[in-house]
């Protein structure tokens, strides 16, 4: 049973553009939702969080949009560069466990 | 800035050994976990341990494997008996707080099994 449901599964994007990543949830007890960005060879970077109780949170270029209702989530780089060019992930976990729930991963492309 | 070390970067193994990987968690962070990735899958959770026991394992943590905090610095994963299909990337983590939040994890050590 797959937690959490991550697409697209690669997206390429022009330099200037907004990349989008959507993640949905079935359980209804999670109440941390992060994202990473992974590079090849390295580890899960841990990007930006949400929990339930807000409908958005920005840093910088990227901003988490959140809808309880419909159990998804969003990520949204704005202004993408070549740098964000990356893996990322979605997950999820709840405050009565400790195990991060990760989505199957965006691989991003951001071309010149 | 503080960050998760792992040793080694890269373990070969023969299937039937058993092989330890290292782990040093952010200094004054209190919870501690392993994943691990399978080459072009997910992340998968393993194992989270606090107080010197774990607080809760996966599916996949089975007899096989062990954890353990020998020291106040150190964070161990044993496999008992490598399996070919044990070959993936093993990432600890920690973070400061229960719940799993704002989790930073190491740069990873590739296991391969032969």
């Known amino acids: 049973q797959q937690q959490v449901k991550q697409s697209p599964q690669s997206l390429i994007v022009q330099k200037g553009g907004i990349s989008i990543i959507n993640c949905a949830y079935e359980?209804?007890?999670?109440?941390?939702f992060p994202w990473y960005q992974q590079f090849p060879g390295k580890g899960p970077a841990l990007l930006i969080a949400i929990r339930p109780d807000v409908s958005e949170k920005k840093e910088g270029r990227f901003t988490i949009s959140f809808n309880k209702s419909a159990k998804q989530f969003s990520l949204h780089i704005m202004d993408s560069q070549p740098g964000d060019s990356a893996t990322y992930f979605c997950?999820?976990?709840?405050?009565?466990?400790?195990?991060?729930?990760f989505g199957k991963g965006t691989s991003l492309l951001v071309t010149p | 800035e503080p960050e998760v070390t792992q040793t080694p970067s890269h373990q070969v193994t023969q299937m039937g050994q058993e092989v330890i990987l290292r782990c040093v968690p952010i200094s004054n962070h209190l919870y501690f976990y392993w994943y691990r990735q399978i080459l072009g899958q997910k992340v998968e959770f393993l194992v989270s341990?606090?107080?010197?026991?774990?607080?809760?394992k996966s599916e996949i943590f089975d007899d096989q494997f062990s954890v353990e905090r020998p020291d106040g610095s150190n964070f161990t994963l044993k496999i008992r008996s490598t399996k070919l299909e044990d070959s993936a990337m093993y990432f600890c983590?920690?973070?400061?707080?229960?719940?799993?939040?704002?989790?930073?994890f190491g740069p990873g050590t590739r296991l391969t099994v032969t």
């Open positions: 997950a999820a976990s709840s405050n009565s466990g400790y195990a991060l729930n």
């Open positions: 983590a920690s973070s400061d707080r229960t719940g799993a939040y704002e989790q930073y």
């Open positions: 359980n209804t007890a999670f109440d941390y």
């Open positions: 341990f606090y107080n010197n026991e774990i607080s809760e």
